[in-house]
Every structure is written in structure tokens, then in C-alpha cells.
């Protein structure tokens, strides 16, 4: 069974810090684009960062660059996620991915919500 469980989410004030945590099961990442994504209430999805498959590119959507770091740990089959100078706007509910491409995911997790008050 294939599983992706995302965890670390919680109530944190502007400028504050959470590390998000994704562990996958019944596939590794190794063999697949990862990342992280993000849906605010009524806003699109969005992505907002992810490694690539070809060449392990990290990339990351131009409001967290500076700010957000993703990391991968293929023995324990985890992705990370640390958010540091955190905004209000980053309230969200953060999903986990995976797939061949970082805009082609098969595997997502249930999400878990960040919610960064002012």
C-alpha cells in the first residue's frame, strides 16, 4: 500500500519556525519527483517546493525562496520541510507528493495545516 503521512503541522505566530514531515510508504522517493504543496482557504493549489526526478533540482515558489528548505533523508524514506520566518499568508493545509515529475504527482498525502497567526 502506498502511503504518504505528512505531520508537524500547528498553530505558530508570524516570524516563527515549523519543520513538516513526509513518511512514504510502500514506494521510495528515490525513484520519484517530491514536494510539497499548499492550498489556502479558497485559493488554487500551489506548489511550493519540490525535488526534481531528472537532475534533483530543488525548486521552490518565489514566496517561501529564502525562507523554506527542503530536504530529503531516502534511508528513512522522509521529506522534509522547514519553514522559517513564517507569514500569515502561509496559512494553509501543506500536502505531501510524489510521482514522476513534480507537475505529474500520483501519491499525496492527507495534508496537514499550518495556520500562522499576526
Known amino acids: 500500500e502506498v502511503q504518504l503521512v505528512e505531520s508537524g503541522g500547528g498553530l505558530v505566530q508570524a516570524g516563527g519556525s515549523l519543520r513538516l514531515s513526509c513518511a512514504a510508504s510502500g514506494f521510495t522517493f528515490d525513484d520519484d519527483a517530491i514536494g510539497w504543496f499548499r492550498q489556502a482557504p479558497g485559493k488554487e493549489r500551489e506548489e511550493v517546493s519540490c525535488i526534481s526526478s531528472t537532475d534533483g533540482t530543488k525548486y521552490y515558489v518565489d514566496s517561501v525562496k529564502g525562507r523554506f528548505t527542503m530536504s530529503s533523508d531516502n534511508a528513512k524514506n522522509t521529506v522534509y520541510l522547514q519553514m522559517n520566518s513564517l507569514k500569515p499568508e502561509d496559512t494553509a493545509v501543506y500536502y505531501c507528493?510524489?510521482?514522476?515529475?513534480?507537475?505529474?504527482?500520483?501519491?499525496w498525502g492527507k495534508g496537514t495545516l499550518v495556520t500562522v497567526s499576526s
Open positions: 507528493a510524489a510521482g514522476p515529475g513534480c507537475r505529474a504527482m500520483d501519491y
